[in-house]
């Protein structure tokens, strides 16, 4: 409430493009993802650094990701440039994944966005959501650790470093969960009516994410989540109130 009075503020100040910016709102006292990705930039010239001894230099290709860090800030989302026909043509279902290629940051960051991410200064989403509750929570999952990804700070924040990927094939898996509370109410019909709405709300995060991977040339699936684990359980910190409802393996496909 308060970022949004400012933010208003801030646009009766400095005009409405004040609170469009991607990610940092220049008025919030807080950054947060509150509009549409920018144009990728041309690329800066690298800063000379001072000269590392070698065995202290990371692996050409090591991310936060890969080198599982407890808490990783994710760059500001980038806009592709394929359009949503094209995306929606090229938008199916992969099975079979490349185990050596890891993702890169940028598309881990664009994808997170892309599928749950805030797009707007009030701090609603890139996917509707039923009375708004935003039900939907996404968990990353790598090899070297799992995450939560926290939307209003475009980051993930690791909770176990285990890796807990359902199916272990892609770099990355998704587990989608729904909370609702107040859906265990007397009222049988109404429990239905939850269980629908909990299949809408993530679904619709599970086409955004989707439409990203057809646009950026990554490989995904969806699959319902059936197993309830207590390593899962207990490495995402799940309430009995945190349904599991499907995951989403994501890599480049095995060609
Ligand atoms: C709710 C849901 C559950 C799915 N479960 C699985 C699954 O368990 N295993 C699988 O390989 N694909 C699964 N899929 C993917 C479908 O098989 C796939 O979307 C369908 O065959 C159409 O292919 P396409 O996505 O390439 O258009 C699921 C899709 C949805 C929407």
Redesign the pocket.
């Known amino acids: 409430m308060k970022r949004t009075l400012i933010c208003i503020a801030g646009m009766l100040l400095f005009g409405l493009s004040a609170c469009q910016k991607p990610c940092e709102c220049p008025v919030a006292d807080e950054p947060v993802a509150c509009g549409v990705p920018e144009q990728a930039a041309a690329p800066e010239a690298a800063a000379p650094e001072a000269a590392a001894p070698e065995a202290a230099k990371p692996a050409a290709d090591e991310t936060p990701i890969t080198a599982g860090a407890e808490e990783i800030v994710l760059p500001k989302p980038v806009a592709t440039d394929v359009t949503l026909t094209k995306a929606l043509e090229e938008?199916?279902?992969?099975?079979n994944y490349d185990a050596e290629k890891n993702l890169k940051l940028q598309d881990v960051s664009n994808l997170l966005w892309s599928a749950y991410g805030v797009n707007r200064p009030d701090g609603k989403r890139t996917a509707p959501s039923a009375r708004n509750m935003q039900s939907a929570t996404i968990y990353a999952l790598f090899e070297k650790g799992a995450y939560k990804y926290d939307h209003a700070a475009h980051k993930l924040i690791r909770l176990s470093e285990a890796d807990l990927r359902p199916l272990k094939v892609a770099p990355m898996e998704l587990l989608v969960t729904s909370n609702f509370t107040g859906d265990n109410a007397d009222d049988p019909a109404k429990a239905v009516d939850y269980a629908t709405i909990r299949?809408i709300d993530t679904?619709v995060v599970?086409q955004n994410v989707?439409l990203y991977c057809a646009a950026a040339g990554l490989a995904t699936?969806?699959?319902?989540q059936r197993t309830r684990d207590d390593a899962i359980v207990s490495g995402l910190q799940l309430t009995d109130n945190d349904h599991l409802i499907?995951n989403m393996a994501i890599g480049y496909e095995q060609k």
């Not at 938008?91 to 099975?95: D, E, F, G, L, Y």
């Not at 699936?221 to 319902?224: D, G, K, N, S, W």
């Open positions: 938008r199916r279902s992969v099975r299949g679904g599970a989707h699936v969806i699959r319902m499907f």
